[in-house]
């Protein structure tokens, strides 16, 4: 069954006290609440629930709001639902209404939650954390005409300096510069020596070290 939204109009409780009323609303996690539109998330993850039977699905803003901590603080999943139970200005940005003593979840309904909706629905995290900077201004409109991209983390192919290669190597540069400088080498080893890297390899894959050390 699908997530269960919000009530618009929640019921007071005699005997318990209201988050809001315990807690700050100039904190930067209250703030950050009220710019984020968690029923996006209501929206886009509540399609993958199509099913009208069983239990309703852990609430979209407590699932998001949780990743949305987890990747702030650099916790894990157990760290994260840990830390909640402890934290009022956690709970409030998670959706809850009332301080709970209990833990929401079982840390394991995170990754759960991650392989369902996949990587794109893991985007809408993103997306609307842009979004929230939009709407306080903070992230100007003419700051995403142009976007910088990172090559350090794109894979390059690029070949590992073994022992074998560099060795290899210098033999280049030695044998070039003799021929610079004049002098008359017997064996140069320019077709040897490309042969023998490339054996070296071999053994060294088949984790055949004693064959890739021997003369």
């Not at 803003?61 to 830390?83: C, P, T």
């Not at 990754?111 to 709407?135: D, M, Q």
């Not at 306080?136 to 690029?158: F, G």
Request: aromatic share 10%; proline share 5%.
């Amino acid at each position: 069954m699908g997530p269960k939204r919000k009530e618009s109009m929640p019921q007071e409780d005699l005997f318990r006290s209201r988050l809001e009323n315990m807690i700050s609303l100039e904190h930067e996690l209250v703030k950050l609440s009220w710019l984020i539109d968690w029923e996006v998330f209501d929206d886009e993850w509540g399609k993958l629930f199509v099913s009208a039977r069983g239990a309703p699905a852990i609430p979209t803003r407590l699932i998001a709001g949780l990743h949305y901590l987890k990747h702030m603080y650099k916790l894990s999943d157990e760290e994260v639902v840990a830390r909640w139970v402890e934290n009022p200005y956690w709970q409030y940005f998670c959706g809850e209404e009332w301080f709970r003593h209990d833990v929401p979840l079982h840390p394991s309904s995170l990754s759960r939650w991650r392989k369902r909706i996949g990587e794109s629905g893991c985007e809408h995290l993103l997306k609307e954390t842009i979004e929230g900077a939009r709407r306080s201004k903070a992230l100007p409109k003419h700051e995403l005409r142009k976007v910088n991209v990172d090559t350090t983390v794109q894979e390059k192919n690029i070949a590992f300096p073994t022992d074998a290669k560099l060795l290899d190597a210098a033999r280049h540069r030695l044998v070039k510069r003799a021929g610079e400088h004049g002098l008359h080498l017997r064996q140069n080893y320019n077709r040897v020596g490309p042969r023998l890297v490339r054996r070296i390899g071999g053994y060294a894959h088949a984790k055949q070290f004693k064959r890739m050390r021997s003369p």
